[in-house]
């Protein structure tokens, strides 16, 4: 998710003196993250709605 965060690059970061995250299943931290705006694409907007209208209903809300 960080605008820096690039496979073909060693270390998988076009930062030259970022450390490498060994342990990417834990939580790490980095001084040159920054968010990559594009990173998230919510789910279908439609398809919610018509699950929590469905509960609604169920649950008689």
Known sequence: MCVEYDVSYAKHCREPI????????EANFCDFFR?????YHPKDVAEIATAVSALEALFKK
């Open 18 to 25: 970022a450390e490498e995250v060994r342990r990417k299943d």
């Open 35 to 39: 968010p990559r705006p594009d990173a």
